[in-house]
């Protein structure tokens, strides 16, 4: 009587069978599974075992994800925010961060701000102060200037004044010494004569 041996090793890691030379023949199990995400083993009690991969860098620079044919893919984030007023940048441990950009041209003469879709707008102040008196102009260190214009004629005949509205105003001296006996007049370079 020839009775078959039993050729189980109760390892889910082999496959076993019987070769009429040699006896049992326990043949280890492939447990590749192809897939690159996966860290392929084999456990004796329950055969392969795919564990998936960590494929987290601890950066917030990137969106981490796997594919099956290559493994991790670490893809950089995008950190453009589409506004021209700021400096945009990624830090590996909190993301994205946007940084205003400076605006100030360090001139007294104008207004510094700055717009999303251009960026950094320095806007000429405007001196006049209305005052035909004065000359008005900006010094870039200061700001405003207003400097009282010259109203002086040369002229002995003249009263010199300003109209801040009109500007110099040259008025005629009177240079009547109601005497009926003296001609009365005036010259310029001396006055009433």
Known sequence: VFTPIACDDSDACTTDSC?????????AV?????D???????????GCVFTPIGCDDSDACTTDSCDAATGCVFTPIGCDDSDACTGDSCDPA??????????????????????PATGCVNTPIVCDDSDACTTDSCDPATGCMHT????DDSDACTADSCDPA???VFTPIACD???ACTTDSCDAATGCV
């Open 166 to 168: 009109t500007g110099c």
């Open 19 to 27: 070769d009429a030379a040699t006896g049992c023949v326990f043949t």
């Open 94 to 115: 909190t993301g994205c961060v946007y940084t205003p950009i400076a605006c100030d041209d360090s001139d007294a003469c104008t207004t510094d701000s700055c717009d």
């Open 36 to 46: 690159a995400c996966t860290t392929d083993s084999c456990d004796a009690a329950t």
């Open 148 to 151: 009282a214009i010259a109203c």
């Open 177 to 179: 010494d109601s005497d």
């Open 30 to 34: 492939a447990c590749d599974d192809g």
